[in-house]
């Protein structure tokens, strides 16, 4: 066995990216997949590519802003496959500018987003893994929640606060043998870039990006290592960059 195979394994923010790139490699690795996004129609396409692949996967369209989807989504996959083993909170958004320039509605969405869906992700999960007292946690940090760097303070800010959240958890979880995970990436091509509405805070993200980044499946491995550890052994905190990257 992979440590894979039969999992039942739900996914935020599975439309692109790291998301999608994780639900496409666990399903090919044997995983029960539960895709959550707002765009139906995309994570629908997804889910049925998967499936004629030889994979198993449902789609259920969720706003990780909004409780009651999580709720949803959570649900779903337990009422579908009798569990879950998996909470791959991955749903982010990275509208970085200078705090000078005052993009508070952007702010708020990056609070609702990256921390508030995370903790809202938790609570949807956490009733079903401390009944089955089993479970794996996987919240998305960033390299930006260990260093700052100009136009990433409130970004950060959210990423830094997933970080201290992630290790809360692991340590009032531990009767419960809940396992919990941060990952933080480094430099990764995905749709995050289009979230930045300041021009050129986005073309110097862009041309970084561009020079260094690495592909989406990069995380899709790194997840997959880490889920298939035996359930004795905990991986708490994991980094990775593009080996060119010194931020």
């Known amino acids: 066995m992979n440590g894979i195979k039969g999992k039942v394994i ?62 949803r989504l959570i649900g779903t996959a337990v009422q579908t496959y009798g569990r879950i083993d998996v909470l791959i909170n991955n749903a982010g958004v990275m509208p970085l500018s200078p705090v000078e320039r005052l993009k508070i509605d952007e702010w708020d969405q990056m609070i609702d987003v990256n921390l508030k869906g995370v903790l809202y992700g938790v609570a949807a999960a956490l009733p079903y893994m401390t009944a089955q007292k089993s479970g794996h946690i996987i919240n998305l940090s960033s390299v930006a929640g260990h260093k700052l760097f100009p136009g990433s303070a409130v970004y950060s800010a959210t990423k830094f606060g997933v970080r201290a959240f992630s290790e809360g958890l692991r340590q009032e979880l531990k009767p419960y043998n809940i396992r919990i995970t941060n990952i933080s990436p480094g430099a990764v091509q995905t749709e995050l870039l289009e979230h930045i509405s300041e021009t050129d805070i986005q073309k110097a993200n862009q041309d970084f990006v561009g020079a260094v980044g690495v592909p989406a499946d990069s995380f899709a491995r790194i997840a997959a290592f880490v889920i298939a550890q035996p359930e004795e052994l905990d991986i708490n905190e994991l980094i990775f960059r593009p080996t060119a990257q010194e931020l």
């Not at 029960?32 to 004629?52: C, H, P």
């Open 10 to 71: 739900v996914v935020t923010g599975a439309s692109s990216g790291m998301g999608e790139a994780a639900a496409r490699h666990l399903a090919a690795q044997g995983a029960n997949m539960v895709l959550g996004a707002r765009r139906a129609e995309r994570i629908e396409a997804i889910a049925a590519q998967i499936k004629e692949a030889g994979g198993t996967a449902i789609a259920v369209p969720t706003d990780v802003t909004r409780r009651d989807d999580l709720i």
